[in-house]
């Protein structure tokens, strides 16, 4: 044990939708945990009372740990906020002449459809747009073009450029502007000559060029991206630079890092630049985490699900590599920066159950009761059932027992509720009525993974699964049988996540070229290309104090068959800079890669193979924290058992006598078999018959089912 | 039956549909497939008759059912487990020969218990035009390889000798060749997820889930009907090729449950390509029923059931062979979108209770232009504008129509960047924008078409050719509703460069130098300095245009999309040199309005 005086603290800090979570990492091993309300839109006041509510029960003041800290590592939905409510500046937009319409018609129907459930999207009468970001006369068109080989058609009007500018801050009040031309990625001349204009003429204006932020083909998704950029740009460097204040106002002395979507951190000063890179960073954070749990316990591919009040996140890692969205959206606006992909759905604890009127289909969300009024068994005042009432009727939650037992759960309002809601339309009993929706839930939840397990060539069979949330306990071992995930883990660090993943995250930036190659490409022609990105990689990372043997370099190649739209990035497995057999080995790792991920037979090779862009992740290693673990003991978990009671049995397919665990204590080595419950201090872990659960030594609960 | 078993199960089959086709569209690289949604994917039981149908070309749900029937026919008695059969005859079944239907059959435990079906739009058919579309053909013999019904796949074999055959008779052989892949991988994940999901629940109760839902959707459906008012409403859709001009009548009649859609008055079939046949008719009649009548249903054959149609033979909705059907998805059926979209709509406006689900025609007309030749990355390249797909919305009775907002009968549809088109052929865009005065005038506005220019750069050849099946400059075809004018109709033009003009930086059709020459039907040059203007139609409106709020005239005549001059005329609406509303005049200009069509009543009829 260290002496406390020594002791030194690494704080990440993860702000979410609802609540702001803290892990505070001590040199000496230790882990502390702190949650606190979100507080939009002034999110930095929930992160100090974050900071704080790890703090106290660690003895310490916020100034105490904060002056013992050195490194603070922030995660943040400070750009989503923005977007979704409209928060952020007056945005005009500079494009090319006779394509000043591109962002609002969104590429046709695109952006009508894009973010709609399939019942949405059978409905198109009752289906719009978003409400743009940028007013359609806040865009002017100037005289320019570039071609598809980079070269100038068109000459810039600067003059032009000038009484657009002008037009724009005096006529429109634009505070920010984004510029987007046609080409701009493989020719950013033009772009580049309007920030100056910008700046001349309208000092004070924050400028986002498209061939910045998104040098990457589609005019479209890169107009969008610099709008996005440009309307949240101005309220994301507010809010760090707030934030160092504060934090430094309470004795924080340290570098802050902020997490990007793509997984990685970048130093605050830069991040605030890049108001995109912040997109759903949380749940990019969560991943993250679980990667790092995977990468402990040996696990290289593995289902990350999340599931909380209102949604139902899930991700997945693939042989430890993460998979990126394709077609990234914040509210219903497309963007290009490299993200970890998540998906969705409504379903959380919070989620209303229903019954269709019309059809009779019992349903689980998407409707939402929230964290207010919430649940009907809170009896905060919601008066719809939801799938933690249904979770207290089937025997899942202790209505004594709820939070430490500082609320007492309403029982007989959940009955009333269900069998309003769901039984009497069904002439079911509550309990059965229960058990139905329960089921729908697991079936709901099994079809998405399987969606997105299958759109990426993947098989669920091969994954392990980890359920983080407060809600995803009570079904992760029932859906993850039925997906036949190889098992199913409940990590010690489940409640604070996305904040863990805050702190086993690297330091990375993220480079892209342009260029289209025939494969096999001559091995020059690819080094001279990432020779270019390399060298200002390295300077940035020497920049920001990472020595040379913390930095490691990343290649990836995006290729595709010609005349197929599909491109897919390939990783460089071989030593950089490549040689011929380099290249041959990139190729070959595209066509089973492609393969893999669009079936046999679906490759095109009589066309030819091309290579589309050169990606480079600059990595600056960080530290990793060492868990603390335990040895594993006996597996007799009754020291733990704290009685029984009825709870459902899915293998059984009806109510059963269960053995009621309390995880706090169970001990490394224990082994509890279905029908179970373990109450966490976060969450319900739900056993079914066949399913049997053992303590690890770093305090996860790994679950199994009997073969 | 088990509510929440039923609950399963139902959402399993959607999500098979899904999957499916995803998997048709990751084999298939193509950009019609990918960016176009041209393309479906459906789940028929063991008669034939449909089961779920996803969400793609809407038109072609009930077509696959009748091939999968075709096919039951003609193979009775040798259909074997993992079979798969291609059929792409319109004659029989389909609705031109350049979308092919494969159907598989899904057994379980020895048994016949379902089918799949799906279609794309295949690269080439090997017709007398490339792409599928032929405008110059004069019979079906013109429009490539077409076949009743054949066994590609015999027990997961693949009949090679048949599938070299095929590919012997089209363009771009390897292409089509990926394009059928698609299909036989789709086919392949549908029959592996039903089969699991037969395994889970046993096949007596799937198939009792299928029952139910097929008798639950025919039960909805009907019940919606019987909450609309009964009546008959008529529409009429002109469709123009070469300086002639066929009708399309369709009178729909709605008695308390049922629905008849009648056809008689519709023109004899035409000499030109742009005709369907019955099993086409029908189709494109319910591409817009299940989206408009039937959002919260599931789509199956409980739908149709309720729903009859008459076509008479010999007309350009049921023509005979061998009458020429290589344009009709882009023809005669959407002729019949067009007007079924209309006669809904109105009984929809009819009621109280449903008007907010009334809707204009949206995108009425496709211009369909494959654009082929050597292009400037030393290969070839050859696909369609997918501009064809980008669409218009109808005005609703609520809102405006979505400006460049896709179509009914395709609801997840969309079109390339101009980056994609210029990286992957010799052509630059001149501008690409929302047409103004394209949206049909109404209380609620249709939504905008679109309009756009190119002109060959760098092409090797000195330039491209493309294939152009555009009707519908003549005739606007997307019907307006309870008041509201139809949208603007598509028009398209060849502007031949002058000898020595200066190239200059035209930003729209009137100012780009040279001497303009309509075009629309056959195969035309892209050559030097010469440009191809395209303005595609804009959606119908809905309601009066005077009564449309005058601030909304004012912010259209701001961003673009309407004129001052069919503010002032059509909408009645004056505006200061500022562009704001000037409420004393406005109140004039339509008082003018309101007298003048008292005054001439025939003139609005």
């Known amino acids: ?707 | 039956m088990d509510p929440m078993t039923f609950s399963i199960i139902r959402h399993r089959l959607f999500r098979i549909v899904d999957e499916a086709v995803i998997t048709l569209k990751h084999v298939s690289g193509s950009a019609i497939t990918n960016e176009g949604h041209d393309l479906m994917v459906s789940l028929y039981r063991a008669d034939g008759t449909l089961l779920m149908g996803g969400v793609g070309f809407l038109h072609h749900l009930t077509s696959a059912a009748e091939a999968c029937k075709a096919i039951i026919r003609r193979f009775q008695g040798q259909i074997g487990e993992g079979d798969v059969y291609l059929l792409n005859d319109p004659y029989t079944a389909a609705l031109h020969t350049s979308d092919i239907y494969l159907v598989a059959p899904i057994h379980h435990e020895g048994r016949l218990v379902a089918w799949s079906a799906c279609f794309v739009h295949v690269t080439d058919i090997g017709a007398m035009n490339p792409g599928g579309f032929a405008p110059q053909a004069v019979d079906i013999y013109s429009e490539g390889f077409s076949s009743p019904g054949l066994k590609l796949l015999d027990r997961g074999e693949m009949r090679q000798d048949v599938l070299d055959t095929i590919l012997n008779m089209v363009r771009s052989p390897e292409m089509v060749s990926l394009d059928l892949r698609s299909m036989i991988a789709c086919c392949n994940v549908a029959r592996d997820r039903m089969g699991a999901l037969l395994t889970k629940y046993t096949a007596p109760v799937v198939d009792e889930a299928c029952a139910a839902l097929v008798e639950q959707s025919e039960q909805l459906f009907r019940a919606r009907l019987r909450a609309l008012p009964d009546g008959q409403w008529q529409s009429r859709q002109y469709l123009d090729v070469q300086g002639e001009t066929a009708r399309v009548l369709l009178t729909m009649t709605k008695t308390d449950d049922r629905l008849v859609f009648d056809f008689t008055g519709s023109d004899p079939q035409s000499r030109h390509s742009i005709n369907c046949t019955k099993w086409a008719a029908l189709g494109g009649l319910f591409a817009p029923l299940f989206p408009l009548l039937c959002y919260d249903i599931t789509w199956n054959e409980g739908v149709i059931r309720p729903v009859e149609m008459i076509a008479p033979e010999g007309s350009i909705v049921n023509c005979t062979r061998p009458a020429p059907v290589s344009v009709a998805t882009v023809g005669a059926i959407q002729s019949v979108n067009n007007a079924a979209c209309t006669t809904i709509g109105k009984m929809l406006a009819a009621s109280e209770a449903f008007r907010d689900q009334a809707t204009a025609v949206w995108h009425a007309n496709h211009f369909a232009i494959f654009k082929f030749g050597a292009n400037q990355r030393g290969g070839y390249s050859i696909g369609i504008l997918t501009e064809t797909f980008a669409g218009a919305g109808g005005a609703r009775s609520f809102a405006d129509g979505v400006d460049i907002g896709g179509e009914i009968p395709n609801p997840i549809s969309r079109m390339a960047n101009v980056e994609t088109v210029e990286g992957a052929f010799p052509i630059r865009y001149l501008f690409r924008r929302r047409a103004a005065d394209s949206g049909g005038p109404g209380q609620f506005r249709g939504g905008t078409g679109g309009e756009m220019a190119i002109v060959q750069h760098r092409a090797p050849a000195g330039g491209i050719d493309y294939v152009i099946s555009g009707k519908g400059a003549r005739h606007p075809m997307s019907e307006g509703l309870a008041g509201g004018y139809p949208g603007a109709p598509n028009k398209y033009v060849w502007v031949h460069a002058d000898a020595d003009g200066a190239p200059g930086a035209p930003d729209r059709l009137e100012t780009i130098p040279g001497k303009a020459e309509p075009v629309s039907w056959g195969v035309y040059p892209l050559r030097g300095r010469d440009a191809l203007y395209v303005r595609w139609n804009g959606g119908g409106g809905y309601g009066d245009p005077i009564a449309r709020d005058p601030n909304a005239v004012a912010s259209d005549v701001t961003s673009g999309v309407v004129s001052s001059s069919a503010a002032k005329e059509i909408y009645g609406v004056a505006l200061s040199s500022s562009g704001a509303v000037d409420d004393a005049a406005t109140s004039v200009l339509r008082a003018a309005i309101r007298s003048a069509r008292l005054a001439a009543p025939e003139a609005v009829q």
């Open chain 1, 1 to 707: 044990m260290q002496d406390s005086a020594t002791l030194s603290y690494l704080v990440a800090t993860d702000v979410g939708g609802t609540c702001t979570d803290t892990i505070v990492f001590g040199s000496d091993g230790g882990i502390h945990i702190g949650k606190a309300l979100s507080t939009p839109p002034d999110f930095a006041h929930g992160v100090l009372a974050s900071i704080e509510s790890a703090a106290t029960p660690m003895g310490l003041t916020l100034e105490d740990l904060l002056s013992r800290t050195h490194l603070f590592v922030h995660g943040s939905t400070v750009v989503d906020n923005a977007v979704l409510t409209r928060d952020g500046a007056r945005t005009g937009f500079i494009t090319t002449l006779g394509f000043e319409d591109t962002l609002h018609v969104t590429r046709g129907a695109y952006g009508r459809w894009a973010g709609l459930t399939e019942g949405q999207m059978k409905h198109p009468v009752k289906t719009d747009r978003a409400a743009p970001l940028v007013a359609r006369d806040a865009v002017v068109g100037v005289t320019e073009r570039t071609d598809c080989f980079g070269d100038e058609v068109l000459a810039l009007d600067e003059a032009s450029v000038a009484a657009a500018v002008r037009h724009l801050v005096q006529d429109k009040g634009v505070e920010a502007i984004a510029v987007s031309f046609l080409w701009s990625f493989l020719n950013p001349a033009h772009e580049a000559r309007v920030r100056e204009i910008v700046l001349r003429e309208a000092p004070g204006t924050y400028v986002t060029l498209s061939s910045d932020i998104a040098p990457v083909p589609g005019e479209y998704e890169r107009g969008s991206t610099a709008v996005i950029n440009a309307y949240a740009g101005r309220i994301t460097r507010d809010y760090l630079t707030d934030l160092a204040t504060l934090l430094a106002a309470r004795g924080y002395s340290g570098a802050t890092m902020v997490m990007q979507g793509y997984g990685g951190l970048l130093p605050a000063a830069e991040a605030a630049d890049r108001a995109v890179g912040m997109i759903e960073c949380g749940p990019a954070a969560g991943v993250i985490g679980a990667k790092f749990l995977g990468d402990l316990m040996g696990d290289g591919d593995v289902i990350a699900a999340d599931m909380g009040g209102t949604t139902f996140k899930v991700g997945v890692i693939q042989g430890g590599q993460l998979e990126y969205a394709r077609e990234p959206m914040v509210d219903r606006f497309h963007y290009i920066a490299p993200k970890i992909e998540v998906v969705s759905i409504g379903a959380g604890g919070g989620s209303i159950v229903a019954v269709d009127p019309l059809t009779r289909l019992p349903s689980v969300g998407p409707r939402s009761a929230g964290a207010r009024p919430g649940p009907v068994c809170y009896g905060l005042g919601g008066t719809e059932a939801t799938l933690t009432d249904v979770m207290l009727l089937i025997g899942y939650m202790d209505p004594d027992q709820f939070l430490g037992g500082s609320i007492t759960l309403d029982r007989a309002g959940a009955v009333a509720a269900v069998s309003r809601q769901v039984a009497e339309p069904l002439g079911l009993d509550p309990t059965a009525a229960a058990i139905g929706i329960y089921r729908i839930a697991c079936a709901q939840i099994t079809d998405l993974i399987r969606e997105i397990t299958v759109e990426r060539g993947l098989d669920p069979r091969d994954f392990v699964l980890h359920a983080f949330g407060g809600t995803c306990g009570m079904l992760a071992a029932a859906f993850g049988e039925e997906l036949s995930v190889r098992r199913v883990i409940i990590p010690y660090t489940a409640s604070v996540n996305c904040a863990f993943g805050l702190i086993s995250a690297d330091i990375a930036h993220e480079y892209t070229t342009t260029r289209t190659l025939a494969a096999p490409a001559d091995a020059s022609e690819v080094n001279a290309i990432f020779a270019q990105m390399e060298t200002k990689a390295k300077a940035q990372l020497n920049a920001e104090g990472i020595e040379p043997e913390r930095q490691r370099m990343e290649w990836s190649v995006d290729l595709r068959y010609c005349r197929q739209v599909h491109e897919v990035t390939t990783q460089v497995h071989a030593a950089t800079p490549l040689d011929t057999t380099g290249v041959a080995r990139l190729v070959d790792d595209f066509e089973a890669l492609y393969e893999r991920k669009f079936g046999k037979g679906s490759a095109y090779r009589e066309a030819g193979i091309e290579m589309t862009a050169f990606r480079l992740t600059a990595r600056g290693l960080m530290p990793r924290p060492k868990l603390p673990t335990e040895e594993e003991g006996s597996a007799d978990p009754s020291i733990a058992l704290m009685g029984q009671r009825p709870i459902l049995d899915l293998t059984i397919g009806g109510m059963a006598t269960g053995r009621i665990y309390d995880f706090t204590r169970l001990r490394p080595g224990n082994e509890v078999t279905g029908p179970a419950v373990i109450h966490t201090p976060i969450t319900t872990i739900a056993l079914h018959t066949g399913h049997r659960a053992r303590m690890d030594r770093w305090r996860n609960i790994v679950v199994t089912t009997d073969a």
